[in-house]
């Protein structure tokens, strides 16, 4: 049994570089400790390999297991640093010019939040994703000195309530208090993939930087929330990493990291005026639908991608079906009363996995590339100017 684990191990590894070769939206799926010990656990198998089993606890028998395979899987015990070690090396890449998007997914109260900021409380301790994201790309930039300069600027955009259409706005927040109506927040394509022009940027040159701007980020998040009635759990939140780099031959490196923790993808119950008056309708984010449309298609091969349906998908374009690399944390609860999200999200998890990106591309100019596209640049205004 031991030998067959081997193979299947082997083989795993392999159909892991397969899958970077052909740069899948990779998936990690991360199931948080159960909230009490008595409580039934779903989760039945966790494979080194990245497989996943789980019950259906109306259907013990045979027939009420489910099988997922991904790129990884965590089980309760994984610790901030596993995952983050587990990431690093993509997160790394956007130093060298790639642009990549990291997003968690999974209903409220899966850990989404945990994995990307930390426990709530404002503690240093167990730090998640953005800022050791963070800390580590200044460590990187800082042993580069001698033959690398980088910029390195932030931005949160929060993406605030877009499926009541009455109410369709856009929140930004952090760290500046700021809101702005759908019709106002432009997303503008840039080098680096869409940006939002009207958030503010920020230079950051520490991690202190950073743990500022988080802390003025956290406050106004509170306050903002409380002014709109608004439940975190129904925004998502963004944090764009843009790096800019200048390295001793002169070649510029430009690109940008998404850190992303979305609104929670559980139906929602919720009252609505219709013409039969006031109905109780199941309701989803309405990004969150459309990313979801946005993944079935790209997995589909659909010539049609409709990107533009939401703000969200609008952002991140480019991390999903462009030259990026990206990386989506599938969040779980283990209790018996979350099954049914619990397998809608690794389902919707199974389906990213399938999604091809482009080879991914990195955004590195040479000073001769540079001066040659200028050349062609003058070359064509000369051509227009005599015809
Ligand atoms: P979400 O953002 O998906 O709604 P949270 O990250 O807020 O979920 O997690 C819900 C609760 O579970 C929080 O109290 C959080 O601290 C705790 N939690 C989540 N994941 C873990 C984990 N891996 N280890 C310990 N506690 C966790
Ligand atoms: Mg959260």
């Known amino acids: 049994a031991l030998g067959y684990h081997k193979v299947v191990k082997e083989n795993r590894n392999?159909?892991?570089?397969?899958?970077?070769?052909?740069?899948?939206?990779?998936?990690?799926?991360?199931?948080?400790?159960?909230?009490?010990?008595?409580?039934?656990n779903v989760v039945d198998f966790i494979g080194e390999d990245g497989s996943l089993v789980v019950l259906d606890p109306l259907k013990p028998q045979k027939d009420g297991r489910k099988n997922f395979q991904f790129n990884r899987v965590f089980?309760?015990?994984?610790t901030q640093e596993e995952i983050f070690k587990d990431t690093q090396p993509l997160i790394r890449s956007v130093m060298d010019g790639y642009n990549v998007c990291i997003f968690a997914y999974g209903q409220t109260g899966s850990g989404k939040t945990h994995t990307m900021c930390g426990p709530s409380g404002g503690s240093t301790k167990d730090m998640g994703i953005n800022y050791l994201a963070l800390n580590d790309l200044f460590q990187l930039s800082n042993k580069r000195?001698?033959?690398?300069?980088?910029?390195?600027?932030?931005?949160?955009?929060?993406?605030y309530n877009e499926q009541n259409r009455l109410s369709v706005f856009h929140f930004i927040c952090?760290?500046?208090?700021?809101?702005?109506?759908?019709?106002?927040?432009?997303?503008?394509?840039?080098?680096?993939?869409?940006?939002?022009?009207?958030?503010?940027?920020?230079?950051?040159k520490s991690t202190s930087d950073v743990l500022s701007l988080m802390k003025l980020g956290e406050v106004n998040r509170v306050v903002s929330s409380t002014a709109i009635n608004n439940q975190s759990s129904r925004s998502h939140s963004i944090l764009t990493v843009l790096v800019h780099g200048k390295d001793v031959s002169g070649s510029i490196i430009r690109?940008?990291?998404?850190?992303?923790?979305?609104?929670?993808?559980?139906?929602?119950?919720?009252?609505?005026?219709?013409g039969d008056g006031l109905k109780e309708a199941q309701y989803i984010n309405k990004s969150l639908s459309c990313l979801g449309d946005v993944i079935a298609a790209l997995a589909q091969k659909s010539s049609y991608i409709p990107y533009r349906n939401s703000k969200l998908t609008l952002l991140l374009q480019n991390s999903l079906g462009g030259h990026a690399k990206t990386l989506m944390f599938a969040h779980v609860s283990p209790e018996a009363d979350s099954f049914g999200e619990t397998i809608s999200t690794l389902k919707f998890a199974q389906r990213a996995s399938t999604v091809e990106l482009g080879a991914a591309r990195m955004n590195k100019e040479s000073t001769e590339v540079k001066a040659l596209k200028e050349q062609i640049?003058?070359?064509k205004k000369a051509l227009a100017n005599k015809e």
């Open 14 to 40: 392999l159909y892991n570089m397969v899958q970077d070769l052909k740069g899948n939206i990779r998936v990690y799926c991360r199931i948080r400790p159960a909230f009490s010990a008595e409580a039934k």
């Open 255 to 274: 690109s940008c990291l998404h850190l992303v923790d979305l609104a929670g993808s559980e139906r929602v119950a919720k009252s609505e005026v219709t």
């Open 377 to 379: 640049e003058s070359l």
């Open 75 to 78: 089980g309760p015990t994984a």
């Open 174 to 204: 952090w760290p500046d208090f700021v809101f702005l109506t759908a019709h106002k927040l432009e997303i503008r394509s840039c080098d680096s993939g869409p940006s939002v022009p009207d958030a503010t940027m920020h230079s950051v």
């Open 145 to 159: 000195t001698d033959t690398v300069k980088y910029d390195i600027h932030v931005q949160m955009v929060e993406i």
